[in-house]
């Protein structure tokens, strides 16, 4: 698997959680996060796609989500053993939403040197979890395999078909993709009238700090414990958390 996916930039990996708590999770993010203001949410679309962290608090602070013997040893044998998690919360494509803008998670570390990044190896990675089963419908990530060793894999602004070249993998709840930060991918349509809440997970080496995507002056933090996590939690666990803003108990 790490060799697959030092070479695609991408893998999917298949029933890596329970079904039962993919459902428990869903529910919460309707409950709790769904209701917030969207102008409280981090838009990543064109308004119709928003992103928000999640506290890890029940029941987002399930033991599979930061311990699953079927996900995390192909993390740190991807990463080396070098694996904290760098953010946790989830993106929602709005009902109606279009395509998103083919992104990478992060720009080139060495700007002055782009041949050199596309040999680096990998220093973070992206793990998807859908919290719903995608399907044409719904929509998914387009992902742009090798992509993050040779960009001119991906189309430009002119191409008549936006996913030329890309892979659309369609992940049921209990699934997740996972991808390199220099791989190239975008949330595509989603043609229902309901929301696709995708839970994702940044994990990186411990060096390395988003600082991209988060503000962390402005109060946008990528990783926020509860104190009873916290309390509750092995210490082996919590090094795994070593930037996260801590909030007492709501």
Same mark, same amino acid.
């Given at each position: 698997m790490r060799? %697959?996916?030092?070479?695609?930039? %991408?893998?999917?990996?298949?029933? &890596?959680?329970p079904r039962d708590l993919i459902q428990r999770l869903k529910a919460?993010?309707?409950?709790?996060y769904a209701v917030i203001d969207k102008s409280t949410r981090f838009d990543v679309g064109d308004g119709d796609r928003y992103m928000c962290t999640v506290e890890i608090r029940t029941p987002f602070d399930h033991a599979l989500l930061y311990d699953s013997p079927l996900l995390? @040893? &192909?993390?740190?044998? !991807?990463?080396?053993?070098? &694996?904290i998690i760098q953010s946790f919360g989830i993106v929602s494509s709005m009902p109606g939403s279009r395509q998103q803008q083919i992104h990478m998670d992060h720009?080139?570390?060495?700007?002055?040197?782009? /041949?050199?990044?596309? #040999?680096?190896?990998?220093? %973070?990675?992206? #793990? %998807?979890i @859908?919290? !719903?089963?995608?399907?044409?419908?719904? /929509?998914?990530?387009a992902i742009w395999l090798e992509s993050h060793r040779d960009p001119n894999l991906v189309p430009g602004q002119e191409s008549s078909n936006n996913y030329e070249g890309a892979i659309l993998p369609y992940p049921q709840a209990g699934d997740c993709v996972l991808w390199d930060y220099r791989t190239f991918h975008s949330? =595509?349509?989603?043609? =229902?009238?309901r929301e696709r809440p995708l839970l994702y997970l940044t994990i990186s080496r411990p060096w390395f700090d988003d600082t991209a995507d988060f503000q962390k002056l402005k109060g946008r933090f990528p990783l926020i414990l509860s104190q009873g996590f916290i309390d509750a939690t092995e210490e082996k666990h919590l090094a795994l958390f070593p930037?996260?803003? !801590? &909030?007492?108990?709501?």
């Amino acid at each position: 698997m790490r060799l %697959a996916f030092h070479r695609q930039g %991408a893998l999917s990996l298949k029933g &890596v959680f329970p079904r039962d708590l993919i459902q428990r999770l869903k529910a919460a993010y309707f409950d709790e996060y769904a209701v917030i203001d969207k102008s409280t949410r981090f838009d990543v679309g064109d308004g119709d796609r928003y992103m928000c962290t999640v506290e890890i608090r029940t029941p987002f602070d399930h033991a599979l989500l930061y311990d699953s013997p079927l996900l995390f @040893p &192909v993390l740190r044998s !991807i990463l080396h053993n070098q &694996v904290i998690i760098q953010s946790f919360g989830i993106v929602s494509s709005m009902p109606g939403s279009r395509q998103q803008q083919i992104h990478m998670d992060h720009p080139d570390l060495f700007k002055e040197l782009s /041949g050199f990044n596309k #040999v680096l190896p990998c220093y %973070a990675l992206t #793990v %998807a979890i @859908p919290l !719903i089963d995608l399907d044409e419908q719904t /929509g998914t990530t387009a992902i742009w395999l090798e992509s993050h060793r040779d960009p001119n894999l991906v189309p430009g602004q002119e191409s008549s078909n936006n996913y030329e070249g890309a892979i659309l993998p369609y992940p049921q709840a209990g699934d997740c993709v996972l991808w390199d930060y220099r791989t190239f991918h975008s949330g =595509t349509e989603n043609k =229902t009238s309901r929301e696709r809440p995708l839970l994702y997970l940044t994990i990186s080496r411990p060096w390395f700090d988003d600082t991209a995507d988060f503000q962390k002056l402005k109060g946008r933090f990528p990783l926020i414990l509860s104190q009873g996590f916290i309390d509750a939690t092995e210490e082996k666990h919590l090094a795994l958390f070593p930037r996260a803003k !801590i &909030v007492g108990d709501t």
